[in-house]
């Protein structure tokens, strides 16, 4: 199962990037269903899939499948550009074409799901540890810097929500490194965030803005450290 899965992956990568000039999805947005272009890359999608299959007549119906909804797909997408948001309608594109895929793979090999192991210790622990790190630490670190807030916001001129996001993944990264124990990568992404924090901090008029920031930053650290100690080791308890 997972080495057919890998292989319609990867057909799926060569012909949807590797394979697909900019100029094609240009003309393919122009010009939609009458583009060439889309129907040459719906070809080159099928011989992916045929090279990536080793031409295993025994998949003939999966090649057929995915090609056909791929072209449909495409179509939809390309007549629902200038009524749905971009981000959303390419990740939803990529996701139907993965939903495809996956019931191909279905087809030939079927899935062998233990819904019990989602239930286990190990598995509920690691989810309640994410949920803590991203959402449960951005609540609690915005109620506590919330006693320093700044008369002039410094999110004034940021992307809407950029902080939170970036804190959230901030912590992820954090939470991964301690867990596998690579502590010396969190120096990296220290030195990182400074880099590209020197610019605020630099052109800051006295040191408010400079302690905000490092207050913000060693509380998003703290706790994803924090965090990670706790799951590993309540993690060697549950084992």
Known sequence: MISLFIKLILAHI?????????????????????????????IIHALALAVTLQFN??????????????LF??????????????????????????????????IYEAYAIDIDALYAPQMLLLIT?????????AIFIKVIITKWELEEDPNEDS???AGKYIGMLER?????????NNWQTIGFLIAAKSVFRFGDLSKSKDRKLT????????????FAITTALVYKYIAGLVR
């Open 14 to 42: 060569i012909g949807d990037f590797v394979l697909q000039p900019n100029r094609w999805v240009k003309d393919k947005k122009e010009r939609k269903h009458r583009s060439p272009y889309l129907y040459w890359h719906t």
């Open 57 to 70: 007549i025994k998949y003939w119906l999966g090649i057929l499948v995915i090609t056909v909804s791929h």
């Open 73 to 106: 797909i495409d179509v939809l997408k390309l007549n629902l550009k200038d009524k749905v948001n971009e981000r959303m309608l390419f990740f939803s594109d990529q996701i139907a074409h993965l939903l495809i895929i996956a019931i191909v793979v279905g």
């Open 129 to 137: 540890a994410i949920l803590v790190v991203t959402v449960v630490s």
């Open 159 to 161: 992307l809407e929500n």
């Open 172 to 180: 992820l990264f954090v939470f991964g490194f301690v867990v596998t």
């Open 211 to 222: 302690e905000y920031i490092l207050i913000g930053t060693l509380l998003s650290f703290g």
